[in-house]
């Protein structure tokens, strides 16, 4: 019968010791020199698709696209898998995690609704980002406009308190 090989592995300085079972790299995996010198992002074929074209990111970016089209934000999970052309794995793959975060909620069997912010171009978060700005900009000249009449008003108060004229009313003797 075989046995399995058992070594110590001592990780960095800290003295801490881990067993090592039977540890194998995969056949096919791993290999440096079998590797191709193209890069991953160049398919070999034109039907080849890239690490990037089957990526999970591009690929949630895609379903977000998706869902935007919706105008109730509600998307039927097998006609999304059918769209984008991949398993139903991969849908739910994105939907977990999307649900997570609360930006979506299962409305039914294979379907789900957007809880996040608006997803159209025309509106959305660029409209309220424009709005915001817009309204910093009147503010700012709203609060210069005040700024500049509070030091005018404090100007004439002060000509005001110091005229010698003015020193013989009550209302100008408690303000020095």
């Known amino acids: 019968s075989k046995t399995k090989a058992k070594r110590r592995l001592e990780l960095g300085e800290s ?3 881990y067993l090592a079972e039977g540890l194998k790299t995969p056949k ?11 890069s991953p992002k160049t398919p070999k074929s034109p039907s080849e698709k890239t690490r990037y074209d089957t990526s ?4 949630t970016k895609k379903f977000i696209q998706l869902l935007s089209q ?6 039927d999970l097998n006609r999304a ?5 991949v398993q139903k794995r991969r849908i739910y793959d994105i939907t977990n995690v999307l649900e997570g975060i609360h930006l ?3 409305k039914s069997k294979n379907n789900i609704q957007w809880m996040g912010c608006s997803l159209s171009e025309d509106g959305g978060m660029m409209a309220q980002r424009q709005g915001l700005t817009k309204e910093v900009t009147e503010l700012t000249q709203e609060e210069k406009k005040l700024d500049e009449l509070i030091q005018s008003c ?7 308190t110091e005229d010698s004229e003015n020193q013989r009313y009550p209302f100008c003797q408690n303000l020095n």
Request: aromatic residues 0%.
């Open 154 to 160: 404090t100007l004439d108060l002060k000509l005001l």
């Open 56 to 59: 999970l990111g591009l690929l």
């Open 81 to 85: 898998a059918e769209v984008l052309k």
């Open 15 to 17: 003295g801490h010791q």
């Open 28 to 38: 096919g995996k791993g290999r440096a020199a079998t590797r191709s010198p193209d």
């Open 104 to 106: 979506i909620k299962k």
């Open 70 to 75: 919706s105008p109730d934000g509600v998307l």
